[in-house]
Each structure stands twice: as structure tokens, then as C-alpha cells.
């Protein structure tokens, strides 16, 4: 449970993939399309190198990795297409991610969205379920010049909710996403997933099952 002594949390800030929804999920079947088609696997030792990378970043790392011909730009507009045309059909939340917005809203608590996917797949993404209207603010890939795990993109959603730090939760599935967030000096949760469940989450002092897990509320005092 949060301290007494610790600043009241005045905002929290959402990762956006494999922490709102299933889009590694659809993340990995893009890759296994796009990698297949040219001889190769995309493996789990891959998928952890990328995760949480903008999407210049990982497409980078894919290329370097399988030794592709393609330019990132060949890649990324491959991928895009692909991701457009599986997500309306795949695409779920994560478990207590509706409930957990619901509670955030009646308790008047400012929000936001920090994700490392480029403007384009945010917007899909949160289309489909009508939910960028409910955030303060959405920052991509395209805000920072140093992606995660650079603490650059969750200083930002400091300043722009013109708060310190420490009185922002940030909420995050992946090592990459949670040492931003750690190094910003925000309080952070990690929820892994089944892609980043059993990783070694030792930098962040909250662990959560899942965003239905009392500790987020608690930190918030929500309860």
C-alpha cells in the first residue's frame, strides 16, 4: 500500500501495447508474416530484443538480427498493412483495463497514454475501442528523441500534466517500458504478460498480477 509520506498520485500513465491490449499478440503474427516471407523465424530471443523499442528502434534490431536486405521503411509499411488488417479482427483489452479507466474517470484522475509505437498504430489501436477521447493526452514514438528505455517520454508526461515525477503512476508490461519509468522518478507497476511473465521485474517495487490487482487502487487511493 502507498505510503503517507509519499506525494499523492495526481495522474497515471498507460503503456499502451501488451499493457492495454493484445497487440503483441498481433505484433508477433506481423513478425512471423514479414520474417517468413524472406527465409526466417521470429523467434522469442528476437521479440525480447524488440519489445518496447520504438518502432524504428525494433524494426532496426529485426533487420540487424536476421540480416535483411529491406530498409526499415520496406518493413514498417509491410507491417503496417498487415497490422491494419489483423487488428479490427484480433484486437481485445487487457483484463481490468476497462474497469480500472472507469474508476480512474470517477475519481477524477487525470490520464494519459506513453507508448513507443508510432502515431499511426496508437490511433488504430485505441479506435477500436473509442478510447482516445478519455485520455489527457496520447505521446508516441514520433514526441521523443530517445525512446524507452530513455526516461524521456514519461518526463514529458510530467511536464505536461505539470506535475513532479514521483506523483505520476506509470503503469508498464515490459523491462524495456518499466526502466523508463523508473528512471523518470515516476512510481511504477509492472504487469507483465504472457510474453514478459517471469522476467526479471527486480528494478520496480510493484509487481501486479494483472490491472485488476488492489495494489494499483491502493496506490492511487482509490481504496
Known amino acids: 500500500m502507498a505510503s503517507s509520506t509519499n506525494p499523492a498520485i495526481k495522474a497515471v500513465v498507460f503503456d499502451m501495447d501488451g499493457l492495454m491490449f493484445n497487440t503483441e499478440d498481433i505484433y508477433d503474427l506481423v513478425g512471423q508474416a514479414v520474417l517468413s516471407k524472406r527465409g526466417h523465424q521470429f523467434t522469442a530471443e528476437l521479440k525480447h530484443k524488440m519489445m518496447?523499442?520504438?518502432?524504428?528502434?525494433?524494426?532496426?534490431?529485426?533487420?540487424?538480427?536476421?540480416?535483411?536486405?529491406?530498409?526499415?521503411?520496406?518493413?514498417?509499411?509491410?507491417?503496417?498493412?498487415?497490422?491494419?488488417?489483423?487488428?479490427?479482427?484480433?484486437?481485445?483489452?487487457?483484463?481490468?483495463?476497462?474497469e480500472l479507466l472507469g474508476s480512474l474517470e470517477q475519481a477524477s484522475?487525470?490520464?494519459?497514454?506513453?507508448?513507443?509505437?508510432?502515431?499511426?498504430?496508437?490511433?488504430?489501436?485505441?479506435?477500436?475501442f473509442d478510447l482516445k477521447p478519455r485520455f489527457d493526452f496520447v505521446l508516441t514514438s514520433q514526441d521523443v528523441v530517445r525512446g524507452k528505455p530513455e526516461p524521456e517520454i514519461y518526463?514529458?508526461?510530467?511536464?505536461?500534466?505539470?506535475?513532479?515525477?514521483?506523483?505520476?503512476?506509470?503503469?508498464?508490461?515490459?523491462?524495456?517500458?518499466?526502466?523508463?519509468?523508473?528512471?523518470?522518478?515516476?512510481?511504477t507497476v509492472a504487469v507483465p504478460n504472457i510474453h514478459t511473465v517471469g522476467l526479471d521485474f527486480s528494478h520496480v517495487e510493484f509487481v501486479a498480477d494483472t490491472l485488476y490487482d488492489p495494489i494499483i487502487k491502493q496506490l492511487v487511493r482509490l481504496v
Open 155 to 187: 518526463l514529458l508526461a510530467s511536464e505536461r500534466f505539470a506535475i513532479a515525477p514521483n506523483e505520476m503512476l506509470v503503469l508498464e508490461d515490459s523491462i524495456t517500458g518499466t526502466t523508463a519509468a523508473v528512471r523518470s522518478g515516476a512510481v
Open 109 to 128: 484522475i487525470p490520464m494519459a497514454v506513453a507508448t513507443s509505437s508510432a502515431p499511426q498504430f496508437a490511433d488504430l489501436a485505441l479506435g477500436c
Open 52 to 98: 518496447g523499442l520504438r518502432s524504428h528502434e525494433a524494426l532496426t534490431t529485426m533487420i540487424d538480427h536476421c540480416g535483411l536486405n529491406d530498409s526499415v521503411e520496406e518493413i514498417e509499411s509491410e507491417s503496417y498493412e498487415l497490422f491494419g488488417r489483423l487488428l479490427p479482427q484480433q484486437i481485445e483489452m487487457m483484463p481490468g483495463l476497462a
